[in-house]
């Protein structure tokens, strides 16, 4: 097993910045690919964006691409999602996930999220 522990969430303005933590324990990280996903009220889940286990390939859903970035530290055991000028429309519960395979891979365990608010 795999646990996954987000954390960085908040109330945040239209226009401002988050950084999310996706903090994994119980695996060896590095051997996962790892995605982010959102679920907003009333939503199905959606993908965000996804970072392959050699940090090199990067993956975005067309609505955050250009003002998110996703990264992760294997040392740290890691991943995080950067977001700017952030909109309403991405107010939702962020959550991350560790995947396996090839993209768009198969995620084998999720973590329970943190909320993000963006106030017009």
């Known amino acids: 097993q795999m646990q996954l522990v987000e954390s960085g969430g908040g109330l945040v303005q239209a226009g401002g910045s988050l950084r999310l933590s996706c903090a994994a324990s119980?695996?060896?990280?590095?051997?996962?690919?790892m995605g982010w996903f959102r679920q907003a009220p009333g939503k199905e889940r959606e993908f965000v964006a996804a970072?392959?286990?050699?940090?090199?390939?990067?993956y975005y859903a067309d609505s955050v691409r250009g003002r998110s970035t996703i990264s992760r530290d294997n040392a740290k055991n890691t991943v995080y999602l950067r977001m700017d000028n952030l909109k309403p429309e991405d107010t939702a519960v962020y959550s991350c996930?560790?995947?396996?395979?090839?993209?768009?891979?198969?995620?084998?365990?999720w973590g329970q999220g943190t909320q993000v608010t963006v106030s017009s």
């Open positions: 996930a560790a995947g396996d395979g090839y993209y768009p891979y198969k995620y084998r365990y």
């Open positions: 119980g695996r060896t990280f590095s051997g996962y690919a």
């Open positions: 970072i392959n286990w050699d940090t090199i390939s990067t």
